[in-house]
C-alpha cells in the first residue's frame, strides 16, 4: 500500500499534535490539526456571541497553511497564536459539542483526507472522521504529566497559567469531551493505545513509525 490515513486521539495534552507532526514529517504526509479548527470556530463564536452556530459556519473562511506545523486563517486573518490563549481554551469544549460546528468540520476534515496520505490529530478522527483510516492510535498520558506538559508550552507562549489551574481545566474538558452526545472522546475499536507517560517524543514517534511502514509495505 503507498498511501495511508493515519488517525491519531487522545485526550488534551497527550502529545497528540506533536507527535503527528513529526510523523508527517518524516513519512512525507500532511499533518492536520483538527483542535485548531475547533479554536478557530470558537474565536469566530467569541467575537459573534449573538450569531447562531448556524449562521456562524456559514460565514466562515478557513484554511489551514502547512508550514513547519500548521498555520491557521480565519478569514484571511492568521491566528495560530491567538487561538491558544486561555478564553479559547476554556470555551472550545461547549462549542465543540455544537451539532452544526461538528457537522461542519467533520464534513472538511473528510474531505482533506479523501485521496489519503494525512496523519490527522482530533478526538473523533479514529471513530467518525476517518473509521477506515489504515492507522489508529489512542494517546494518553497522566494528568500530572499532561499538566506539567502544558504548563511548560504555556510558559513558552507567553500564557500565564498555573499548575492546578492546568489540572482543572485540562480534567474538565477531558470530562466534557467524552460525555458530549455527539461523537464524544472514546478510543477506536481497533486502535492502538500509547501511554506517553514517562515516553520521549522520541521514543512515541519511533513506535508509531514502526507501525507505520507495516502498513506501507
Ligand atoms: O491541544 P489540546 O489538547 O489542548 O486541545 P485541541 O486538540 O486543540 O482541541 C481543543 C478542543 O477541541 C478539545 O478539547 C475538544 O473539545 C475539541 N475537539 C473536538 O471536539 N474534536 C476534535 N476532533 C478535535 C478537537
Ligand atoms: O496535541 P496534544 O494536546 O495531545 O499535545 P501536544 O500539544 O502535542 O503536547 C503537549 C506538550 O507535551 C508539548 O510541549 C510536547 O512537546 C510535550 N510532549 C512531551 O513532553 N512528551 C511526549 N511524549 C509528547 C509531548
Redesign the pocket.
Known sequence: MNKINIAI?G????G??TIAKRVAEALRMVYV???????AITLAHLNNQETSFKELVGQLELRLINDDGQRVLLNGEDITDRIRENDI?EN??FV??QQEV?EF?VQL?QLMTRDKGVVM?????GTT?IPDAELKIYMIASVEERANR?LLDNAARGIVSTYDQLVADISE?DH??MT?DI?P?SKAEDAIQIDTTGLTIDKVTERILALAEEKLQ
Open positions: 486521539d485526550p488534551a495534552a497527550a497528540k499534535s490539526d483538527t483542535g485548531a479548527m475547533y479554536r481554551t472550545v469544549s465543540a459539542s461538528r468540520l476534515q490529530d482530533g478526538r473523533d478522527i472522521v502544558r474538558r466534557l469531551d458530549r461523537s472522546l
